[in-house]
């Protein structure tokens, strides 16, 4: 073991190749951990997802071999480890297996050596929404399944709540259906004054990984809410016309008819819409204090240098 791994946690990430799951396992072997990441048998002709995990090989992670049809594979992978980061997608337009983590909380709670859990969270705090609309609210109602599920078997855990992905949020100006800036015109969410928190995800990696070995972390909710990445629509609106030099023209959209427009629409469509609305009309991001169980992240973090949204931006010009 390489002198700087000494008195670091062993992490075991599940769901490695997922799209923030690969910046987990940067992050993790950036800061020195010994790193280990799950590779399933399933994994099939995916050829992306298998070079993927070679290259993660080549930088000193470990492949750790296991399925989740089979409950024995996943009980020795957690064995070999002392933390385990869970991070299965969440979004319908992609994969939807959070309730698969059942398994993974059965197979931690039968090894018995785990010292901290992360579960896939990363979004919007499910605890804070159980007034979510439909469909949109089962990804919540899930997250909260699996959460009852580890704090009954009191697994120690840290859950991460990072607000919006700025490669989703940020870079289309919030809006939907696309991933990039809009050429002429924007449409701003009712006044577009709500604030919101976009954050790199790049950044996301860094600061899961930082909570690990952190005692200030265990059994609490941790948001990602970096102080000059907290902006409403309009202000990020605004940065891009500061940096692209051309004004969009602006069109408001009401609550009412943006909940009308889910009308039509597929399920992951639906889903997206309400999730939309929480953000951006009730500004379920940022309309409560923190209370005893919760800490910020760049404040526990303060070297964290953040991406800041101009600067996020400046790629897509």
Not at 133 to 162: C, H, N, Q
Not at 176 to 201: C, F, H, Q, R, S
Not at 212 to 236: G, W
């Amino acid at each position: 073991m390489r002198k700087e791994n000494m008195g670091k946690s062993k992490v075991l990430i599940v769901g490695g190749t997922g799209y923030i799951g690969k910046r987990i396992v940067k992050a993790s072997l950036s800061q020195g951990y010994p790193t280990y990441v799950l590779k399933r048998p399933e994994i099939g002709l995916d050829i992306e997802k298998l070079q993927l995990l070679l290259e993660f090989k080549k930088q000193g992670a470990i492949l750790v071999e296991a399925s989740f049809s089979d409950l024995q594979s996943l009980v020795e992978a957690v064995k070999l480890v002392d933390v385990v980061i869970s991070t299965m997608s969440g979004v319908h337009f992609r994969s939807h297996n959070i309730l698969l983590q059942l398994k993974l909380v059965e197979a931690i709670k039968l090894a018995g050596n785990v010292k901290r859990f992360l579960p896939s969270e990363f979004g919007i705090d499910p605890a804070r929404m159980g007034h979510a609309l439909e469909p949109g609210r089962v990804t919540f109602d899930e997250k909260m399944e699996v959460r009852k599920a580890i704090e009954a078997a009191k697994i120690p855990f840290t859950y991460v709540s990072a607000n919006c992905f700025a490669s989703y949020f940020a870079a289309n100006l919030s809006q939907m259906a696309t991933l990039l800036p809009p050429k002429d015109k924007v449409l701003l969410y009712g006044d577009g004054n709500t604030k919101v928190i976009y954050v790199d995800e790049d950044d996301v990696g860094t600061y899961t990984i930082k909570t690990i070995d952190d005692p200030r972390t265990l059994n609490k909710t941790i948001y990602i809410r970096p102080p000059e990445n907290i902006l409403s629509q309009r202000e990020l609106v605004e940065k891009w016309e500061n940096l692209s030099g051309k004004k969009l023209e602006k069109t408001s959209i009401s609550g009412k008819d943006f909940l009308a427009s889910m009308e039509g629409m597929d399920y992951a469509g639906q889903v997206g819409v309400g999730h939309f609305y929480h953000i951006f009309y009730e500004g379920c991001l940022t309309n409560f204090e923190l209370g005893e169980d919760e800490e910020e992240a760049s404040k526990l973090y303060p070297e964290v240098k953040y991406t800041r949204m101009d600067e996020f931006l400046k790629i897509y010009l």
